[in-house]
């Protein structure tokens, strides 16, 4: 018996030590990608945003937007800059930060609960698949909200047993706030993970019934209440955003999981997922009947919520993208670990090595982007550096909203588009500048010479032909001797 105490004991060291090596080095991936200071448009409107406004402030631009954003995210973006510094790199291990707070469930929730093989896999797939990938390492909202989401599901289960627990219903509570308050279509996730809440305390203490609606009730009256305020119901328009209808694809969602560099990785992930819903029916014994409805819970609110999410957007005149309902892929990834493991080491070790093998691929196309699309970044710095100087009006002639990102990297200087550039008069003896992007020029009068001097090509993080462009030195002279 001692023997078999120790070899248990050994074996429960090793599961262990390898969890922490799966962590370490699936953040250490991660980090990897996290070293560019190349951003997106939307990247930099969460630099902005946080960057430039206090706590308050944030709420106040946020409201003031009357968009589809809200605000506790970007709060705790801010609060992150106070405490590692306000750096574009900075920024960016925030979003890293979420996707290894997911991670880290898996030593310490999930493997105590479901076993080793459970967490390692469910390690693997919140981290390496080519969608949490790109999550990772983008400056928005989406890691925390997986992990956040994630957390929420988890504490439903947990309430199965302790219905009592204080501390269980006040996670409750903040996930579902933090969340619905970081992006508005967590909502779907959430309502899925309420419904199973209330069905299972229906079945063991109808008593207590009245606890997730006082909980969730009370998220959603604030939630309502700032909808109304900034105006979110303007989006709601019955002709909705044409542009919507094409994200209404089951193959391009399934695409936006599993999508990578490889052939026919996509029809592989939807294989996978059927293959789990169909061993999760002819194994459910061995899941058991609360592993088993939880499990594939978990793994169809993604795709469901996904469809609701694409339906509402049919009438809504802002734009719908796959990862605006990506909260919940978390909980996907959980649910699927959950029951390929427990069939047979063989299943277990082929859904491994996929979801390695996704990510190898995804890891060079995530390269590429965060690395390949900067190759005019670090000479457009010192560019900078050397011959700017606040105060300096910068003139592009590309969409407004590049402006934003520009400003990113230069918060000193000011900026105009072709269409708000000021009447020349008030450019005289200003040191102007013009980044081309298109070719346009600024309109000559009679009363003003306009001279260039193109000071090379230069650029930002690659986007749409936007973000790359000549300098021009501009020189703005008033002609003598005109009456």
Aim: charged share 15%; net charge neutral; hydrophobic share 45%.
């Amino acid at each position: 018996m001692k023997m078999k105490k120790m070899t248990s004991e050994k074996k429960h060291k090793i599961t262990t030590i390898g969890l922490w090596l799966i962590l370490i080095l699936c953040t250490a991936v991660l980090f990897s990608l996290c070293l560019s200071e190349g951003i997106d448009y939307d990247e930099a409107y969460s630099y902005r945003t946080a960057h430039d406004n206090t706590m308050m402030g944030i709420i106040r631009v946020v409201l003031a937007a009357h968009d589809t954003d809200v605000p506790v995210w970007y709060m705790g973006l801010r609060l992150w800059s106070f405490l590692v510094g306000d750096g574009i790199i900075a920024y960016k291990m925030f979003a890293l930060l979420g996707t290894v707070l997911s991670m880290l469930l898996g030593p310490v929730v999930i493997r105590r609960q479901w076993g080793a093989k459970t967490a390692a896999l469910y390690m693997i797939m919140v981290s390496l698949t080519p969608a949490m990938m790109k999550i990772s390492v983008n400056n928005r909202m989406y890691s925390w909200t997986v992990f956040g989401v994630t957390v929420c599901g988890l504490t439903a289960y947990f309430l199965r047993e302790r219905l009592n627990s204080k501390a269980l219903w006040t996670i409750l509570f903040l996930t579902t706030f933090c969340g619905i308050f970081s992006h508005y279509f967590t909502a779907f996730s959430y309502l899925f993970i309420y419904l199973y809440l209330v069905a299972v305390i229906w079945q063991q203490d109808r008593k207590q019934i009245w606890k997730p609606f006082v909980c969730g009730g009370s998220v959603v009256l604030l939630f309502v209440a700032w909808l109304i305020k900034s105006d979110f119901f303007h989006l709601l328009v019955s002709d909705g955003n044409p542009t919507n209808r094409s994200k209404f694809g089951i193959y391009e969602f399934f695409d936006f999981i599993f999508g990578t560099g490889v052939k026919y990785a996509t029809k592989m992930g939807e294989l996978l997922f059927v293959l789990t819903l169909v061993c999760a029916i002819l194994f459910w014994k061995r899941l058991g009947r609360r592993n088993g409805v939880f499990a594939v819970l978990c793994t169809c609110i993604f795709p469901v919520s996904y469809l609701m999410a694409a339906l509402l957007a049919l009438h809504a005149s802002h734009f719908f993208t796959y990862r605006h309902v990506m909260h919940s892929m978390g909980l996907f990834w959980l649910g699927m670990a959950i029951i390929l493991s427990r069939i047979n080491l063989q299943e277990w070790i082929a859904c491994l090595s996929f979801t390695v093998w996704m990510g190898v691929s995804a890891y060079g196309i995530s390269y590429h982007e965060e690395y390949g699309t900067i190759s005019y970044l670090e000479e457009t710095k010192a560019f900078i550096a050397e011959n700017m100087e606040p105060g300096d009006v910068v003139v592009y002639d590309t969409d407004s909203r590049f402006g934003q990102l520009f400003g990113c990297y230069m918060p000193d200087q000011i900026f105009y588009t072709m269409e708000e550039v000021p009447d020349l008069e008030e450019l005289v003896g200003k040191r102007v500048w013009y980044f081309q992007c298109f070719g346009h020029l600024l309109e000559e009068s009679d009363k003003y010479t306009v001279t260039y001097e193109n000071m090379g090509h230069y650029g930002f993080q690659y986007m749409d032909g936007n973000t790359d462009f000549d300098i021009l030195k501009v020189n703005i002279t008033e002609e003598t001797g005109n009456d």
